[in-house]
């Protein structure tokens, strides 16, 4: 479980050249 702040987050793979590869996410807390 995690508490977060109503807004938008990006997250992304932390593996070396992943997130240059497109392994990221976008999260939308309302």
């Known amino acids: ?3 977060l ?3 938008a ?5 932390t593996v070396p050249g992943h997130r240059q590869l497109g392994m990221v996410a976008k999260l939308k807390v309302s």
Do not use: D, E, M, N
Request: glycine letters at 10%; one cysteine or more; hydrophobic letters at 45%.
């Open 1 to 3: 479980t995690v508490a």
């Open 5 to 7: 702040a109503k807004g």
């Open 9 to 13: 987050y990006t997250l992304w793979c």
